[in-house]
């Protein structure tokens, strides 16, 4: 299993360049039928984001697996929230890129007569839990160093008994400015996560923001996932 998990792991930099690229296309497409470029050039842009889409259904067979372990990991954790949001967080993707593996079984015929739709929005509704249970986590650790550092900065200073709202409103964003500064990995992972959400949220009608804004959060959450591969240090643990 443990061979598996990092044999799988190889290809997640090739996974997310491509994820960036069908993104682009995504994007570049939206940018010309704005601006009214042929039907021809539009169709090939569109034909290229599909194949990127059925390479990267190539690459993630089998991250069920690597997600599987995750869950098994977070389930150990000591901090009963991060625990929770993790541990179902990684089964909800377990569960995503097991549909997303019998999607792409369908798309090139392995399975025929698959509903290709039902199981579409079946791996979204699964990948849009996950993204608001990272999200849930993300914001849950924002406010654990917001606390340790409104103590680290009582000590020092202490607050004054008659503050004005706005210098406490202005105190409270320095405060979050100071924090997410200090913690790439999180402001990276909160970026991140609210990006993907609009893909799913899309997808599934919730909240229809069309092809451009999907393109361009798709294309930005790639990059910053991109930048987490080359620099570990960036990526958010646990």
Known sequence: MDSWVRFNAQSQAKERVIRAA??????????LQKGGAA???RKTIGQL???????????????????LESAKRAIHLSDSVLRLCLTISHLNRAMYFACD?????GKTGIISKL????????????????????LTRDLYELRLLIDCEERHRASKHPPSPHPGSASADQLQLHLLATVLYSNP???????KNSCDIFIPLDRLGIYTTGSGFVGLCGLTS???????LIHPWLKLKP
Request: glycine content about 2%; charged content about 20%.
């Open 39 to 41: 039907a021809e050039l």
């Open 49 to 67: 984001e599909a194949h990127m889409s059925l390479t990267r259904k190539l690459l993630r067979l089998g991250n069920s697996v690597e997600a």
């Open 185 to 191: 990995p999180l402001l990276l992972d909160l970026l």
């Open 22 to 31: 069908q993104y682009a296309c995504t994007l570049l497409g939206y940018t």
């Open 222 to 228: 790639s990059i910053l996932s991109i930048l987490t």
């Open 115 to 134: 509903d290709m739709k039902k199981w579409s929005e079946r791996s979204f509704r699964y990948y849009l839990f996950a993204l608001i249970l990272n």
């Open 101 to 105: 593996n019998v999607l792409w079984a």
